[in-house]
C-alpha cells in the first residue's frame, strides 16, 4: 500500500504539471485572437501566481483542517474547472479571473504535496515527485500543438487538458480511503528519523507560527531570495521562451509551441536523474550542480548564432540545471529549520518562489517592449547568478 500512495502523490503532480506551460506555448496566438499586446503575457503569468501565493501562504491553517488526500483531489478538480472556463473566455479580462482560480487551486496541491514528501519520504522521492510534475508540464505543449495543427484552436488545447485533470481528480478522490489507511505506515513514519506519528500530533496540536515569525528565522532570508530567483529563471524560460523563439529565430508559432517544452524535457530529465543521486550527494551539493548546469544552458542560448539549435539545447540545459534545485530546498527544510515549523516555511517558501513568478516574466515584458526580447537570455544571467550567490550564503550562516 505504501506505493500505492507514492504513485497517488506522484500521479497528483502530474497533474499539478500539466496546465503550467499552456499558456506560454500559445501566447504567439492567444494575444493576438485577444487582441491585446504581446507583452501582456506577464499579466496571466502574475496572477496564478498570486494564487498559487495566497494558497501557499495559508497552507497551514488548510492543513490543519483537511488531509493531504482531500487537498489534493478537491484543489485538483478546482483546476479542472478553471481550465475550462479558460477555453470559453472570450475577453482577457475574463482569462485573468480564472487563472485567479487556477493559481489558488495549483498551490494548495504543491504545498500540500511538497510539505507531505519532505517530511515522510527521502530527497530522491521529492527529486520524483518534482520529475512528474516535469512530465505533465512537457505533455501539455504537444497537447496544444495536437490542437492547433487538427483546427481545435487554443480552446481544444485547454479543453483537452481539462478533461485529463477532471480524470485525475475524481480518480485522487476515489482512492482518498488508500491515503487514510496508510497514515500509521507510509504517510507517519518518517523514513529518514526526522518525524514521527507522535511528532505530527504534537505539531498539530500547536499554532502554526505566523508570517512575522517565521521572517525572523535566521538564514531564511537568503533562501527567500534565492528561491525567487530560481522561480524567475524557471518561469520567465518557460513563459518567453516560444516568443524569444518566434520573434529572434523566425520559428512559426505552432513549431514554437512544441518547442516550448524543451525546457520541461530537460527539466524532467534532470530530476529523474536527481532522484538516482541526491541521497549520495546531499541537498547543498544538488543546488550547487544545477546552478552551474543552469549558467551553461544560459550560454548556449547566448551565443549569438543565426541557427536556433543551440538555443534548443541551451533551453534543455536550462531545465536540467533547475531539476534539482526546488526539490532539494523544500527537502532540507526540515533539517536546516526544524520539523516543528515546517509546514509553515515551506509554505512561504514556496509562496516566495511564486513571487518571482508574478514580479519577473511582466517585468522581462516591459523590458521586452522597451529594448527588445534578445535580451531575454541576459535577464535569465542574473537572475541565475543571483539564486546562486544566497543559495551560497545560506550555507555560510547555517555552518556558522
Given at each position: 500500500?505504501?506505493?500505492?500512495?507514492?504513485?497517488?502523490?506522484?500521479?497528483?503532480?502530474?497533474?499539478?504539471?500539466?496546465?503550467?506551460?499552456?499558456?506560454?506555448?500559445?501566447?504567439?496566438?492567444?494575444?493576438?485572437?485577444?487582441?491585446?499586446?504581446?507583452?501582456?503575457?506577464?499579466?496571466?503569468?502574475?496572477?496564478?501566481?498570486?494564487?498559487?501565493?495566497?494558497?501557499?501562504?495559508?497552507?497551514?491553517?488548510?492543513?490543519?483542517?483537511?488531509?493531504?488526500?482531500?487537498?489534493?483531489?478537491?484543489?485538483?478538480?478546482?483546476?479542472?474547472?478553471?481550465?475550462?472556463?479558460?477555453?470559453?473566455?472570450?475577453?482577457?479580462?475574463?482569462?485573468?479571473?480564472?487563472?485567479?482560480?487556477?493559481?489558488?487551486?495549483?498551490?494548495?496541491?504543491?504545498?500540500?504535496?511538497?510539505?507531505?514528501?519532505?517530511?515522510?519520504?527521502?530527497?530522491?522521492h521529492l527529486s520524483?515527485?518534482?520529475?512528474?510534475?516535469?512530465?505533465?508540464?512537457?505533455?501539455?505543449?504537444?497537447?496544444?500543438?495536437?490542437?492547433?495543427?487538427?483546427?481545435?484552436?487554443?480552446?481544444?488545447?485547454?479543453?483537452?487538458?481539462?478533461?485529463?485533470?477532471?480524470?485525475?481528480?475524481?480518480?485522487?478522490?476515489?482512492?482518498?480511503?488508500?491515503?487514510?489507511?496508510?497514515?500509521?505506515?507510509?504517510?507517519?513514519?518518517?523514513?529518514?528519523?526526522?518525524?514521527?506519528?507522535?511528532?505530527?500530533?504534537?505539531?498539530?496540536?500547536?499554532?502554526?507560527?505566523?508570517?512575522?515569525?517565521?521572517?525572523?528565522?535566521?538564514?531564511?532570508?537568503?533562501?527567500?531570495?534565492?528561491?525567487?530567483?530560481?522561480?524567475?529563471?524557471?518561469?520567465?524560460?518557460?513563459?518567453?521562451?516560444?516568443?524569444?523563439?518566434?520573434?529572434?529565430?523566425?520559428?512559426?508559432?505552432?513549431?514554437?509551441?512544441?518547442?516550448?517544452?524543451?525546457?520541461?524535457?530537460?527539466?524532467?530529465?534532470?530530476?529523474?536523474?536527481?532522484?538516482?543521486?541526491?541521497?549520495?550527494?546531499?541537498?547543498?551539493?544538488?543546488?550547487?550542480?544545477?546552478?552551474?548546469?543552469?549558467?551553461?544552458?544560459?550560454?548556449?542560448?547566448?551565443?549569438?548564432?543565426?541557427?536556433?539549435?543551440?538555443?534548443?539545447?541551451?533551453?534543455?540545459?536550462?531545465?536540467?540545471?533547475?531539476a534539482p534545485i526546488?526539490?532539494?530546498?523544500?527537502?532540507?527544510t526540515p533539517a536546516?529549520?526544524?520539523?516543528?515549523?515546517?509546514?509553515?516555511?515551506?509554505?512561504?517558501?514556496?509562496?516566495?518562489?511564486?513571487?518571482?513568478?508574478?514580479?519577473?516574466?511582466?517585468?522581462?515584458?516591459?523590458?521586452?517592449?522597451?529594448?527588445?526580447?534578445?535580451?531575454?537570455?541576459?535577464?535569465?544571467?542574473?537572475?541565475?547568478?543571483?539564486?546562486?550567490?544566497?543559495?551560497?550564503?545560506?550555507?555560510?550562516?547555517?555552518?556558522?
Open positions: 500500500m505504501a506505493s500505492l500512495l507514492i504513485a497517488l502523490v506522484f500521479l497528483a503532480f502530474v497533474s499539478l504539471g500539466l496546465p503550467v506551460s499552456l499558456v506560454g506555448s500559445v501566447w504567439p496566438i492567444l494575444h493576438a485572437d485577444l487582441g491585446v499586446p504581446l507583452t501582456w503575457a506577464g499579466i496571466v503569468s502574475t496572477i496564478i501566481s498570486l494564487g498559487k501565493i495566497a494558497a501557499s501562504l495559508s497552507s497551514a491553517r488548510l492543513a490543519a483542517r483537511l488531509s493531504a488526500g482531500w487537498i489534493t483531489g478537491l484543489s485538483t478538480l478546482l483546476t479542472a474547472l478553471s481550465l475550462f472556463a479558460f477555453s470559453l473566455s472570450r475577453t482577457f479580462f475574463a482569462i485573468c479571473a480564472w487563472s485567479l482560480v487556477f493559481g489558488y487551486g495549483a498551490g494548495a496541491i504543491d504545498a500540500a504535496l511538497n510539505h507531505y514528501v519532505a517530511l515522510h519520504y527521502r530527497a530522491r520524483w515527485l518534482h520529475c512528474f510534475w516535469g512530465v505533465g508540464a512537457a505533455i501539455s505543449p504537444y497537447i496544444m500543438g495536437w490542437a492547433l495543427t487538427r483546427g481545435s484552436g487554443w480552446q481544444g488545447g485547454y479543453q483537452a487538458v481539462a478533461l485529463l485533470q477532471l480524470g485525475l481528480g475524481v480518480l485522487l478522490i476515489a482512492l482518498l480511503p488508500v491515503w487514510l489507511r496508510d497514515r500509521q505506515t507510509a504517510g507517519f513514519t518518517r523514513l529518514q528519523g526526522r518525524a514521527t506519528a507522535a511528532t505530527m500530533k504534537e505539531k498539530k496540536a500547536t499554532r502554526p507560527p505566523g508570517l512575522r515569525e517565521l521572517l525572523g528565522v535566521r538564514g531564511l532570508g537568503s533562501l527567500l531570495l534565492g528561491f525567487f530567483s530560481y522561480c524567475a529563471v524557471e518561469t520567465t524560460t518557460y513563459m518567453w521562451a516560444s516568443t524569444w523563439l518566434v520573434e529572434q529565430h523566425g520559428v512559426d508559432a505552432e513549431t514554437a509551441a512544441t518547442c516550448a517544452s524543451l525546457f520541461f524535457i530537460g527539466l524532467t530529465l534532470g530530476r529523474f536523474l536527481s532522484g538516482l543521486v541526491s541521497d549520495r550527494l546531499g541537498d547543498r551539493m544538488m543546488i550547487r550542480l544545477g546552478g552551474v548546469v543552469i549558467l551553461a544552458g544560459i550560454v548556449l542560448v547566448l551565443l549569438p548564432l543565426a541557427a536556433s539549435g543551440p538555443a534548443m539545447l541551451g533551453l534543455i540545459g536550462i531545465g536540467i540545471g533547475c526546488f526539490p532539494s530546498i523544500i527537502h532540507a536546516n529549520f526544524g520539523t516543528e515549523n515546517a509546514q509553515a516555511i515551506i509554505g512561504v517558501e514556496i509562496a516566495s518562489a511564486n513571487a518571482g513568478g508574478i514580479l519577473i516574466p511582466p517585468f522581462f515584458g516591459v523590458v521586452a517592449g522597451r529594448f527588445g526580447i534578445h535580451l531575454f537570455p541576459v535577464f535569465l544571467l542574473v537572475f541565475a547568478i543571483i539564486m546562486i550567490l544566497q543559495t551560497e550564503r545560506l550555507n555560510r550562516i547555517l555552518r556558522d
